[in-house]
């Protein structure tokens, strides 16, 4: 592996100075802290999810998130119907298969939207990344399980079979497009005892997406900017509590000297 050194904060900048709408359907229990995520690096979230108005909001977005933490059977008909509007539209359509592998319910819905609709960029843990590849591994409610594969390979191969970018999440964050792989060893332990982080994680990846047409660059360095940003926060931190506190304080603060002194990524 090479070290790569991202412009970050270039594209942070650009978020900042768009301010691009970022259209969500996503899990009930961590909409909160998504949509102030994406506000605190100053774009603009909207959470609409009912299938009569999702087409429309999908007109005023520059990028679509679609997590399935809470799956109900007709909010996946309304992604769908938000997907292929971001599709006719080219705007970039993200998919937290949040939870895949844990029932054959999730298994069914995160591939049918896979098949069905064009999903530009899939992120999950490890297994439930490994479960949409087709792999036999199971997932604990939404917690990632041990996964004993070549995981840079899964990525690889789910991103030229789907023709897409693959986030894989963890303790270093994998990004895989076609050609190329970025390993991200930014974040902190803290990120781990709180619940909705990459629900989080997601959204930020779909602000960096609304603004940056290579996609696994974006990936990569929403990774990175939530990753300096956890590691940031930790020291301030007494707990779970405080630190989500001090991780939104620490993305909107966030500067190039931050990013481009602790800035960890790799190329392979």
């Known amino acids: 592996m090479t070290e790569q050194n991202l412009n970050v904060f ?10 691009p709408v970022v259209h969500h ?7 909160y802290d998504c949509a102030n995520v994406v506000k605190v690096l100053g774009a603009s979230p909207v959470m609409a999810h009912a ?3 999702v087409a429309d909001m999908v007109q005023l977005a520059s990028s679509l998130v679609l997590n399935i933490g809470t799956l109900t059977v007709p909010m996946v008909e309304a992604m769908k119907v938000a997907a292929r509007a971001a599709n006719s539209r080219g705007i970039p359509v993200v998919l937290d298969v949040c939870g895949a592998g844990a029932t054959p319910l999730r298994d069914q819905k995160s591939l049918e939207l896979i098949d069905e609709v ?3 960029i899939i992120k999950g843990n490890a297994s439930e990344v490994a479960r949409v590849s087709g792999e036999t591994v199971r997932t604990k409610g939404v917690d990632a399980s041990d ?6 390979q899964v990525a690889g191969n789910l991103a030229r079979s789907r023709r897409a970018t693959v986030v894989i999440t963890g303790k270093t964050d994998i990004v895989a497009d076609h050609d190329k792989l970025y390993y991200i060893s930014n974040g902190h332990p803290l990120m781990g005892r709180v619940v909705g982080t990459g629900c989080m994680a997601a959204s930020i990846i779909g602000t960096f997406a609304a603004i940056c047409s290579n996609l696994a660059e974006a990936a990569a360095a929403a990774l990175v900017t939530f990753g ?8 301030m931190s007494q707990g779970p509590a405080t630190f989500k506190e001090k991780l939104f304080d620490c993305l909107y603060n ?9 800035q960890k990524v790799e190329t392979g």
Do not use: S, Y
Request: charged fraction near 25%.
């Open 10 to 19: 270039e594209l942070l900048t650009k978020v900042r100075t768009a301010q």
């Open 25 to 31: 359907l996503t899990n009930w229990v961590t909409i």
């Open 51 to 53: 299938p009569e108005e």
């Open 118 to 120: 064009r999903i530009d």
């Open 147 to 152: 996964v004993a594969l070549d995981l840079a």
């Open 228 to 235: 300096v940003a956890a590691e940031a926060a930790a020291p």
């Open 254 to 262: 966030m500067d190039a000297a931050t990013l481009g002194r602790l």
